[in-house]
């Protein structure tokens, strides 16, 4: 028999959009993890230096900083070796290849489902076997 572990994390979501903001929360919350919202990527910047995160969610486009420079900050300066699920349009295709280029793990084009968020959420917390 094989039992699935559930795994609660601390989660940072960097979104400007208020209304997605909310909902992603709200899904997370209902799997039991840990959410901080924030509003842009200098904002992200910060929470990243001083809370410990498993899982980093972000849309690339966002005031002040992208998500691109977050992820950029994440490994080059911080060495975080955390997930990142980034969030993007469609039409932001350059912006997806170089998130990955950066260091992104996944991403989500918008409109997103929640349930497929929720997938994607466990599956990265899973594959680094994300415990607190």
Do not use: T, W
Request: aromatic content about 4%; glycine content about 4%.
């Amino acid at each position: 028999m094989c039992l699935k572990v559930h795994v609660m994390a601390n989660i940072l979501v960097c979104e400007d959009d208020k209304l997605i903001g909310r909902i992603i929360e709200r899904k997370l919350l209902d799997g039991n993890h840990k959410v901080k919202v924030v509003e842009n990527g200098s904002i992200a910047m910060r929470e990243l230096k001083e809370q410990i995160f498993q899982l980093v969610i972000s849309d690339v486009m966002m005031p002040v900083n992208s998500g691109l420079d977050v992820i950029s900050y994440m490994r080059n300066e911080l060495k975080l070796d955390i997930p990142i699920l980034m969030i993007s349009a469609i039409s932001e295709e350059d912006n997806v290849r170089e998130a990955f280029r950066l260091g992104a793990s996944d991403y989500i084009s918008k409109p997103f489902n929640v349930g497929l968020l929720k997938d994607k959420v466990s599956h990265l917390l899973e594959s680094k076997k994300v415990f607190i």
